[in-house]
């Protein structure tokens, strides 16, 4: 099946940072945005997102390390080895600072980004990821995260194993994962992610965040799906309390994955947001 | 006593728009940011946010209508009166789009007129005041507004009165409105608020605002104070399920009084809304 029409709009470029090769997904013109995806996902889930801005922004959504096409070294999957790719490719592009947005580890990293090289930075949308998520949330998704790696007959197989682990996440979108994050091996389909860096991944997102948000100098849109189960009321709350003068979007109906189980929505925050 | 320091910085100017003469102060450079006040206050309140604002944008507080040394009609204190005033205001002083910034009835009154005429509007920061404040909320409110019709032997008398009313809000702010809001009659010290102007506009506030919030189609940042008494969590929460995109600050240990008991935040809020 031929990828969604959506996503056939952007060109798909290869970038060398001077710190590693980044696949990225390009569109649009004028003054930068950067798209940051969660564990395990790829550029692609970002289509909606960029069709919405690329009238007014260069939209660029990002495979990060150890993901989609990207490069996967060994090690190094911490909260600022992501952060410095994401400086090193607005370095690399050259166009001016970034608005950053970011669903999850994506969000992690983007606001970890603003903490460190805010000149690089315009602001960040945070979209369910927050300092604060407790021991066994994580435990769970190292969980869910590591039970990814697996082989797939073929592409409806992988579309029902995602639509079983996202409930929520409407079909197209399911498609759009399934077609955008395997790739053929021996013994058929597996995930373009690297089963050894996810676990590093996962493991460091653990990291406690709440000193990036206590310190980070540029705007924050701090979204939270109502029904997520990675940021708790409690986890929102304390954040909140960290830093009260950071807008909040409660998105009704959405679980985690906000950006597409919401898309409308989350676009209209961020228009919000960055419109004010 | 003299004005305070933070009030002389900004020149008065009289503007006739067409409509009416409004009295406002006047500061700073660069685009146009607008603040419009609660119901019996005046422009004084705002010599805070004016100096947090004016190394970057033109700052505008003013007196609205039926307050202060603007223009006081018999007649004509609705939602529409006071919006069409802020429209006509932003045209005459023609220098492009306005932010604006509202507390209270000044809320109201900007979301009014961003519903209204979008074309003038760039944003708006709107500060506890939502659609679907209870009826007894407005009652009581009509009450204390009301019981402010009242002479004063002198301006410690007018402070002491001020701080009885208004708890929380600190003692300089207080001495802000006791000096610039009283004017000597016949009987001692009167409010230059219009008492008739007072007790149209609580009855105004009334009026059904969900329409407003609804079509308004530029970004509003919702503020609310934590332990306001005017805007329930209730009415809060009707409001983001009405405007589920539009971003939300409650700010903590606030009350009705957000910009004058938590200037800091409220300052850094708008910040991090108009630079998103």
């Given at each position: 099946m031929a990828e969604s029409p959506t996503l056939s709009r952007y060109e798909v470029r290869r970038i060398d940072t001077g710190r590693l090769t980044l696949n990225v997904r390009?569109?649009?013109?004028?003054?930068?945005?950067?798209?940051f995806h969660g564990i395990t996902a790829n550029s692609a889930v970002f289509g909606p997102l960029m069709a919405a801005f690329s009238d007014r922004f260069t939209t660029v959504a990002v495979?990060?390390?150890?993901?989609?096409?990207?490069?996967?070294p060994q090690t190094g999957y911490d909260a600022a080895d992501y952060a410095d790719d994401i400086a090193s490719l607005i370095e690399t592009l050259d166009i001016g600072r970034a608005i950053l947005v970011g669903h999850s580890l994506g969000s992690r990293n983007a606001v970890t980004a603003a903490a460190r090289r805010p000149e690089l930075v315009?602001?960040?949308?945070?979209?369910?990821?927050?300092?604060?998520?407790?021991?066994?949330?994580f435990a769970s998704l190292?969980?869910?995260?590591?039970?990814?790696?697996?082989?797939?007959?073929?592409?409806?197989?992988?579309?029902?194993?995602?639509?079983?682990?996202?409930?929520?996440?409407p079909a197209p979108a399911i498609r759009v994962r399934a077609e955008s994050g395997y790739a053929q091996a021996a013994d058929g389909l597996r995930p373009l992610a690297s089963p050894s860096a996810m676990a590093?991944?996962?493991?460091?997102?653990?990291?406690?965040?709440?000193?990036?948000?206590?310190?980070?100098?540029?705007?924050?849109?701090?979204?939270?799906?109502?029904?997520?189960?990675?940021?708790s009321a409690d986890a929102l709350k304390k954040t909140h309390a960290l830093r009260p003068d950071l807008p909040i979007v409660v998105v009704p109906g959405?679980?985690?994955?906000?950006n597409e189980t919401n898309a409308e929505v989350t676009i209209g925050a961020i228009r919000n947001f960055i419109d004010g």
């Open positions: 390009i569109g649009g013109s004028g003054p930068l945005m950067l798209f495979d990060q390390r150890g993901h989609g096409h990207s490069d996967k315009r602001s960040v949308v945070a979209i369910d990821f927050t300092p604060f998520i407790e021991d066994e949330v190292s969980a869910r995260v590591n039970a990814g790696d697996q082989a797939f007959a073929d592409t409806d197989a992988v579309a029902a194993y995602l639509a079983n682990r996202y409930p929520n996440i590093q991944t996962a493991e460091g997102l653990r990291a406690d965040l709440a000193p990036a948000y206590r310190d980070v100098a540029r705007p924050v849109l701090i979204m939270r799906g109502a029904n997520s189960k990675l940021v959405a679980d985690h994955y906000v």
